[in-house]
């Protein structure tokens, strides 16, 4: 079964889901309001799934480090949000900037609390927060507010990237019976789509420098790539001890970097192009448009009716309109 055919089997939608397109548009596209979403998912340990990612432990490894540091990324993309937001003067992007802030609490909220669920299952969170704190407080929250602010939109450019491949292969989420697991991700992917030109766009108002916006890039490269993957490496060894000498770990290695890194289906390695495109200097978050994609999304998660996360669902709330 390929994509489209799954993703019409499973909200039985008649119309194919359009591929990405990478043409220019344009970044002045009237931009609209986007609602802050409360979920309480009731994560529990024994129902977590260390291979929940395509059932290969070191790809799977990789989500759950990046599920514990991301939660620092979001802290201080919300309090630079904070700090910028008085400076904001279109009213739109104000408002647009409150909801960023308000999706990335309440994504770190959850994400704490998917974090706590792992602890029980001998995965290293404490140790985890303690080096993810460690950076943070004495290196990138004493970085001067204008590299905040560029490092807040490179973060932003990267969950973009992985939001879109993970929404472009929704097949990949479905080879694991956590369905709380699941809904984490697939909301964060739907919500990280839905705002990823407000911070570029917030970053271009109130500075535009390119040789700045580039550093910021490279500190977010840096953090994912370097970060996240020295956390993920670790991880399954924790875990699990005998992974050690587990020859079937480590040949099932290959293919989780191949899963991860790997030019042809790898989350970041097919994503390349992507990735690279937010060093072009006319580069805008919408030349991307997903547009067809949360549109899908939106009505396969969050349908009243039918909704993944209906059963998660307590409430919604937009931002006004502040002059
Ligand atoms: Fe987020
Ligand atoms: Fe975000």
Same mark, same amino acid.
């Given at each position: 079964m390929n994509l489209t055919q799954l993703t019409q089997s499973?909200?039985?939608r008649s119309k194919p889901i359009q591929l990405l397109k990478t043409k220019p548009t344009n970044p002045n596209r009237a931009q609209s309001a986007f609602p802050i979403r409360h979920f309480d998912f009731g994560f529990e340990s024994d129902q977590l799934d260390p291979k929940f990612y395509m059932q290969a432990e070191w790809a799977s490894a990789?989500?759950?480090?990046?599920?514990?540091?991301?939660?620092?990324?979001?802290?201080?993309v919300i309090e630079t949000a904070r700090y910028h937001r008085d400076l904001i003067k279109d009213p739109v992007l104000k408002q647009r900037l409150t909801a960023l802030i308000g999706q990335e609490a309440l994504h770190s909220k959850i994400h704490e609390e998917y974090n706590d669920a792992m602890i029980p299952r001998n995965l290293? +969170?404490?140790?985890? =927060?303690?080096?993810?704190?460690? +950076?943070?407080?004495?290196?990138?929250?004493?970085?001067?507010q204008p590299l905040k602010l560029s490092l807040m939109s490179g973060i932003e450019h990267f969950t973009a990237v992985l939001a879109e491949y993970m929404m472009r292969n929704e097949e990949n989420f479905y080879h694991s019976d956590d369905v709380r697991g699941r809904g984490l991700w697939m909301w964060h992917m739907l919500e990280?789509?839905?705002?990823?030109? +407000?911070?570029?766009d +917030?970053?271009?108002?109130?500075?535009?420098s390119y040789p700045l916006r580039m550093a910021g890039f490279a500190i977010a490269a840096l953090t994912l790539f370097g970060g996240v993957s020295a956390g993920a490496l670790m991880l399954p060894f924790f875990r699990r001890p005998k992974n050690l000498v587990d020859i079937n770990f480590w040949k099932e290695g290959v293919n989780s970097y191949a899963l991860l890194f790997g030019?042809?289906?790898?989350v970041?390695?097919?994503?390349i192009k992507h990735i690279a495109d937010y060093v072009r200097p006319s580069f805008h978050p919408n030349d991307h448009d997903a547009s067809e994609y949360l549109a899908y999304y939106k009505q396969k998660l969050l349908d009243p009716e039918y909704g993944a996360l209906t059963p998660y669902f307590i409430k919604e709330f937009?931002?006004?309109? =502040?002059a």
């Open positions: 499973l909200i039985g990789y989500f759950a480090a990046l599920s514990i540091f991301l939660t620092y990324g979001e802290d201080l290293p +969170v404490t140790l985890y =927060r303690k080096l993810a704190e460690a +950076v943070f407080d004495n290196l990138l929250l004493k970085f001067p990280e789509s839905e705002h990823k030109d +407000v911070a570029y +917030v970053y271009q108002q109130i500075n535009g030019s042809k289906r790898g970041f390695g097919s994503s937009t931002p006004k309109l =502040r």
